[in-house]
Each structure stands twice: as C-alpha cells, then as structure tokens.
C-alpha cells in the first residue's frame, strides 16, 4: 500500500518550473487526480481609507499565460496558437463484450449554482474574444463549434445543442432559447447579418428549420389561401448569395 502524504500550504506558494501530476484510481464519483477546494470568505478591507465590510471576489484558479513583446513570433510560425488551457478526455477502451454501447466520456463539466438568496446573477461561461484598439488580427471568432463524426453515431449529431428548463415563471420573466445582441456603439454601422448560413459540403442543408410539430414549435397550421393570411405588416430582410430577399410578415390571425 501506498503510504499517503499530506503536505499543508499556508499563505502563497510559488512553483517554479514544470508540475505533472499522473493518479490511476480505481475509479468511482470523483476520482481525481488533482482537487483544488476553496471557501470564499467575506472579510473586511481597506476601502478609501476606511475599514468597510466589502464582498470582494474570490476564486479558485487564476490561469494566464502571457506572452511577452520580447518573445515576438518569427514569420515561420507554424500556425499553432498559444493556449491557456487544453483539455482532453478521450476513450480507447472497448466496453464489456455483449454490452452495446456504454459507458461515456465529457471532455469539460462545469455548473454555475446559487443556493443562496438574492444573489445578483449567475453565468455558467463568460467568453470574450478581444483584438485591442489599433492592433490587427484577420479574424476574430469568440466562440467555434465544430461536431466531427467519423464512425457511427446511433440518435443524432448537433453542432450546439440549447436546452432551457425554466419551470418557476412567477417573476414573468423574459425566456428564450438563444439572444443575440448587437452592442456597438452608436456611431457603428449596422451588423450585416444575424444569421449566416454557408456551406462546403457537396450538398449542403435541407431546411433552414426543422419544426418537431405541426403545433406548439412556433408553426401554426393554416389551410387557407395566402390571399387570407390578412394585412402584411412588414419584412424580414434575408441575403441569399448578395440578393436581397424578404420574408413577409402578417398580422396576427384571429
């Protein structure tokens, strides 16, 4: 057996140099190889010169990687981009012969969760992409999906996946599967599009939306002449390929 050593850090500790941890368990709930545990505390602070009671912010991990005006990349760069955080989960197990299908693995599982009162918000990720004033970059993505699928997959393939459960609607509030908002300022020009829809694919989509009913999924069935739909009370503007197209809008039907 093993012996189990506990070495207790108090304060800041600084580690210079390369860290590995390797841990094969036995597996079970939470198996890890690394645990990092904080409790936030609500201390008192310096605040204008004055001892206040201030709920500053906590955290767990701080990581950043900096790279330096000194440690410029030569024009042979590979294209291989620095990388602040790289995580891989990846399975070569072949499960138990006459079992089809099971087991599973998650590359990244987090949860932002108030079991408090009156907190101010909560926001499982926030990320931001930035390319700072007078600096250049040739693109600038702050979010990239890509599902590859290069053997079978049984149920289905989603690039993103948006799933809302919101069963306490006492406060009336606002609900919706996916916002887009545009906040440059007001001097910007307008955004081109709100959605854009490209392929490379040698046939690229079937539908640009898929109702799961004829009811009840924003659809509404009517078999009546497009002449008795009512008054058009404006457009949806579309690009198809540089057209301009529309798609009309009525009034509600009563």
Same mark, same amino acid.
């Given at each position: 057996?093993?012996?189990?050593?506990?070495?207790?850090?108090?304060?800041?500790?600084?580690?210079?140099?390369?860290?590995?941890?390797?841990?094969?368990?036995?597996?079970?709930?939470?198996?890890?190889?690394?645990?990092?545990?904080?409790?936030?505390?609500?201390?008192?602070?310096?605040?204008?010169?004055?001892?206040?009671?201030?709920?500053?912010?906590?955290?767990?991990?701080?990581?950043?990687?900096?790279? $330096?005006?000194? *440690? +410029?990349?030569?024009?042979?760069?590979?294209?291989?981009?620095?990388?602040? #955080?790289? =995580?891989? /989960? &990846? @399975?070569?197990?072949?499960?138990?012969?006459?079992?089809?299908?099971?087991?599973?693995?998650?590359? $990244?599982?987090? *949860? +932002?969760?108030?079991?408090?009162?009156?907190?101010?918000?909560?926001?499982? #990720?926030? =990320?931001? /992409? &930035? @390319?700072?004033?007078?600096?250049?970059?040739?693109?600038?993505?702050?979010?990239?999906?890509?599902?590859?699928?290069?053997?079978?997959?049984?149920?289905?393939?989603?690039?993103?996946?948006?799933?809302?459960?919101?069963?306490?609607?006492?406060?009336?509030?606002e609900r919706m599967g996916l916002h887009i908002r545009s906040t440059d300022l007001s001097g910007m020009s307008a955004v081109d599009e709100v959605l854009k829809v490209t392929h490379t694919s040698t046939n690229g989509f079937t539908n640009l939306i898929k109702f799961g009913a004829a009811t009840g999924d924003t659809y509404t069935a009517k078999a009546t002449a497009v002449a008795s739909?009512?008054?058009?009370?404006?457009?949806?503007?579309?690009?198809?390929?540089?057209?301009?197209?529309?798609?009309?809008?009525?009034?509600?039907?009563?």
């Amino acid at each position: 057996m093993t012996a189990v050593t506990t070495k207790r850090f108090n304060g800041k500790t600084s580690f210079t140099g390369r860290t590995n941890f390797f841990h094969m368990g036995p597996g079970g709930g939470g198996e890890y190889a690394a645990t990092f545990l904080c409790y936030p505390t609500a201390q008192t602070r310096l605040a204008d010169g004055v001892q206040k009671y201030c709920g500053f912010r906590n955290g767990v991990q701080n990581i950043q990687m900096i790279r $330096l005006p000194s *440690q +410029a990349l030569a024009a042979t760069w590979d294209g291989n981009p620095d990388e602040g #955080v790289k =995580i891989m /989960a &990846r @399975n070569y197990a072949n499960n138990l012969d006459g079992v089809t299908r099971i087991g599973a693995v998650r590359a $990244l599982n987090l *949860q +932002a969760r108030n079991s408090g009162t009156n907190l101010s918000w909560v926001k499982t #990720v926030e =990320i931001n /992409a &930035r @390319n700072d004033s007078g600096k250049n970059v040739s693109e600038l993505h702050c979010f990239h999906v890509r599902a590859e699928n290069y053997g079978n997959v049984f149920t289905d393939v989603k690039g993103l996946d948006v799933e809302i459960s919101d069963e306490n609607t006492t406060q009336s509030q606002e609900r919706m599967g996916l916002h887009i908002r545009s906040t440059d300022l007001s001097g910007m020009s307008a955004v081109d599009e709100v959605l854009k829809v490209t392929h490379t694919s040698t046939n690229g989509f079937t539908n640009l939306i898929k109702f799961g009913a004829a009811t009840g999924d924003t659809y509404t069935a009517k078999a009546t002449a497009v002449a008795s739909l009512g008054s058009t009370l404006g457009y949806a503007k579309v690009d198809i390929n540089g057209t301009p197209g529309r798609i009309a809008i009525f009034d509600e039907w009563s």
